[in-house]
């Protein structure tokens, strides 16, 4: 069965710097479409980054743009999400997500499958 496992997130205080990573497993995780997408304190789910199956193309939120870089490594199953620059509007629940095929989309939906989520928390 699909699973998804996030790692990395903490409390960082604004300006720093944290890497989000996402393990996969139980699918071919080359041939899919990644994303993360957040859900800060008594708000609704917001995309943030989506990847390529092969990694080549990225697509980011406005909000994020320019602080944070999303990746992959097909050889070890994961997905990254390098966050720069934090700033306490970022302080949220992180989940990785996988898109239902090849393409990436701008969006939270769709994803047929979630991770559990990790919590980054920006504050000094």
């Known amino acids: 069965q699909v699973q998804l496992v996030e790692s990395g997130g903490g409390l960082v205080q604004p300006g720093g710097s944290l890497r989000l990573s996402c393990a996969a497993s139980?699918?071919?995780?080359?041939?899919?479409?990644m994303s993360w997408v957040r859900q800060a304190p008594g708000k609704g789910l917001e995309w943030v980054s989506d990847i390529s199956s092969g990694g080549a193309n990225t697509y980011y939120a406005d909000s994020v743009k320019g602080r944070f870089t999303i990746s992959r490594d097909n050889a070890k199953n994961t997905l990254y999400l390098q966050m720069n620059s934090l700033k306490p509007e970022d302080t949220a629940v992180y989940y990785c997500?996988?898109?239902?095929?090849?393409?990436?989309?701008?969006?939270?939906?769709?994803?047929?499958?979630w991770g559990q989520g990790t919590q980054v928390t920006v504050s000094s």
């Open positions: 139980g699918f071919t995780f080359s041939t899919y479409a």
């Open positions: 997500a996988k898109r239902p095929g090849l393409k990436p989309y701008m969006n939270p939906s769709p994803q047929d499958s």
